[in-house]
C-alpha cells in the first residue's frame, strides 16, 4: 500500500471548516484513500474513503485531486469534539479484506 | 457503536501470565483483524483472519497467537506477558467486498496493563 504525508499537528478554530491535506503520490490506480480519525485511547472511528471522486457524508467531505495524489478531508463545522488524531491511508480493496496501516496522522486540536 | 465488540474493557495482570482477549465481529463480516497501540505509540497490526483462516501477519509476537472461530468471533492470547506488552488492543472487522464495500470498522479495545 501506498504510504501518506500528512502534518503532524494543526489548530482549528470551533465552528469553522478544518482542511486536513494528505499527499498520496504514489498511489496506484487501484488503491482507495480512506480517513479514520481516533479520539483519545478510543478505537479508530471510519470517516469516509473514495477512490476518484469527491465524496460526501454527514461527517465530512473528502476531495481528491484529479492526479489522485493528495486529497483534503473538510469538517465543514469544528467542533471540540473533533479534536483527534487524523488518520488519511491509502488501500487496496480486496475481496477478503485487507488492513490498514496507520502512520503517524494530523493531530488536530480545535479550540473554542 | 460501530458493532465490534471487544471484552475485557480493562485487564491487570502480573509478568510471565497469559491471558485471552475475544472479539465478536459486526454481523455478517467475515474478516477479523487485530492491533496493537502501545501508550504513545501508533497503531501496529499484528494480524487478519477471514473465515476461519490467516489470511495476514504484521508485527505479532511469537508469544502471541490468534484464532477465529466457526461463530466468526475471534481470540488473541498473549503468553508469558513482559512489561512492554501493555497497551490498548484494538479487534476490528470488515465485510467481503461487495456487501456495503470493505470498510473496516474499529471495537473500542481492551486496555492491557502487565504489573
Known amino acids: 500500500d501506498a504510504k501518506t504525508t500528512q502534518p503532524p499537528s494543526m489548530d482549528c478554530a470551533e465552528g469553522r471548516a478544518a482542511n486536513l491535506p494528505c499527499n498520496h503520490s504514489t498511489i496506484s490506480g487501484n488503491e482507495y484513500v480512506y480517513w479514520y480519525r481516533q479520539i483519545h485511547s478510543q478505537g479508530p472511528q471510519y470517516i469516509i474513503h473514495?477512490?476518484?471522486n469527491n465524496e460526501t457524508n454527514e461527517m465530512a467531505s473528502l476531495i481528491i485531486t484529479e492526479d489522485r495524489k493528495s486529497s483534503t478531508l473538510i469538517l465543514p463545522h469544528a467542533t471540540l469534539r473533533d479534536t483527534a488524531v487524523y488518520y488519511c491511508i491509502v488501500r487496496v480493496e480486496r475481496a477478503a479484506g485487507n488492513k490498514l496501516t496507520f502512520g503517524g496522522g494530523t493531530r488536530v486540536l480545535v479550540k473554542p | 457503536d460501530s458493532g465490534v465488540t471487544q471484552t475485557p474493557k480493562h485487564l491487570i495482570t502480573a509478568t510471565g501470565q497469559r491471558v485471552t482477549l475475544r472479539c465478536s465481529p459486526r454481523s455478517g463480516d467475515l474478516s477479523v483483524y487485530w492491533y496493537q497501540q502501545s501508550l504513545d505509540q501508533g497503531l501496529q497490526f499484528l494480524i487478519q483472519?477471514?473465515?476461519?483462516?490467516?489470511?495476514a501477519k504484521g508485527n505479532i509476537l511469537e508469544r502471541f497467537s490468534a484464532q477465529q472461530f466457526p461463530d466468526l468471533h475471534s481470540e488473541l492470547n498473549l503468553s508469558s506477558l513482559e512489561l512492554g506488552d501493555s497497551a490498548l488492543y484494538f479487534c476490528a472487522s470488515s465485510p467481503r467486498t461487495g456487501f456495503s464495500g470493505n470498510t473496516i470498522y474499529f471495537g473500542e479495545g481492551s486496555w492491557l496493563t502487565v504489573v
Open positions: 483472519y477471514y473465515n476461519g483462516e490467516e489470511r
Open positions: 473514495g477512490l476518484k
